[in-house]
């Protein structure tokens, strides 16, 4: 069984979204120095995930009615790029993505504490928000991260919440305390996840080092399929203290195949990206509102445009 084998597994398991993938896809080739894409490199870079035409021609549009990418007209062609906010915010997911999730008690964190000031909805909502900062909940009131974090939001005042910077030990003596209440946090969903992605990617791990095991464009999947694969498993990771975890918990070693992977295949993925948007651009009409919702099967899984 070759890469291509292993990588159209990975397509048929994981499913990846279109919207998530082109996200990801203009994070990379900006990443590599290509900031604008012309809308015949962005076709050709999402085509050979098994995505038809008209499938990325409406996901984009609905993508620029978000907000989150930016379409210029120049004559009949279309030149795509991610808006600022969007940018900076894959970036900084990238940046915290490349964290491992190994915390430890013996290290000085930020932990933020809900004394009652607000109402559930309002600290719902902002717990949403720390929880994307990569905050862990070690108590219903008490979310925390190790202090080495320094991007995002630093003040809990910004929602209203009580700020501490402690020690490992001050949090650990905290969590315990009854005033804080207890949490059951969910190990199931997040090892099954870690366990998938492992299966799914190991087999193209052990091809790293093999001569011609990947073409370019073969390595500029696997790091978008790779990035888009651990993702998934870091959202779903509540991101606890190493002590509070099971000893065979899987996190690391999904990172270290991730980062093996998505460091492994860089220099053959960014070859293919400048080849393909720095080829001449091609004649392709201006992206038009779709008319109509449309589902467009590939090889047995059903993608929504």
């Not at 604008?36 to 409406?58: C, D, H, K, M, Y």
């Not at 000085?108 to 600290?123: E, I, K």
């Not at 630093?154 to 804080?180: T, Y």
């Not at 992605?197 to 091809?207: A, G, H, K, N």
């Amino acid at each position: 069984m070759n890469s291509e084998f292993y990588i159209d597994a990975v397509l048929r398991q994981a499913k990846p979204r279109l919207s998530t993938l082109l996200k990801l896809m203009f994070s990379e080739a900006q990443a590599f120095g290509q900031k604008t894409q012309w809308l015949g490199s962005v076709i050709a870079l999402l085509e050979p995930l098994g995505f038809q035409e008209r499938t990325i021609r409406t996901a984009l549009f609905r993508l620029a009615e978000s907000k989150l990418i930016k379409i210029e007209r120049h004559g009949r062609r279309s030149l795509c790029m991610l808006t600022p906010p969007t940018a900076a915010a894959i970036l900084s997911a990238r940046q915290r993505l490349n964290i491992p999730a190994a915390r430890s008690f013996g290290e000085d964190w930020t932990m933020l504490v809900h004394t009652g000031g607000f109402s559930a909805a309002r600290y719902a909502a902002a717990r949403k928000q720390l929880l994307d900062l990569d905050y862990c909940v070690l108590a219903p009131n008490v979310m925390a991260r190790p202090a080495s974090y320094t991007r995002g939001i630093q003040a809990g005042e910004d929602h209203g919440l009580a700020l501490f910077e402690v020690a490992g030990a001050q949090l650990a003596a905290a969590v315990r305390q009854p005033l804080f209440g207890k949490c059951d946090w969910d190990l199931e969903t997040p090892t099954e996840l870690y366990e998938q992605f492992q299966q799914r990617f190991m087999p193209l791990r052990q091809m790293l080092g093999q001569r011609g095991a990947f073409t370019d464009q073969q390595a500029y999947m696997v790091r978008l399929l790779v990035s888009h694969g651990y993702q998934q498993c870091r959202r779903s990771d509540p991101l606890l203290p190493h002590e509070l975890l099971p000893a065979d918990w899987p996190a690391m070693t999904s990172y270290q195949t991730y980062v093996a992977l998505y460091a492994g295949c860089a220099a053959q993925a960014r070859r293919h990206i400048l080849k393909i948007t720095e080829s001449p651009a091609l004649e392709q009409p201006v992206i038009a509102a779709p008319s109509s919702r449309q589902v467009v099967r590939r090889s047995s899984v059903y993608m929504t445009a």
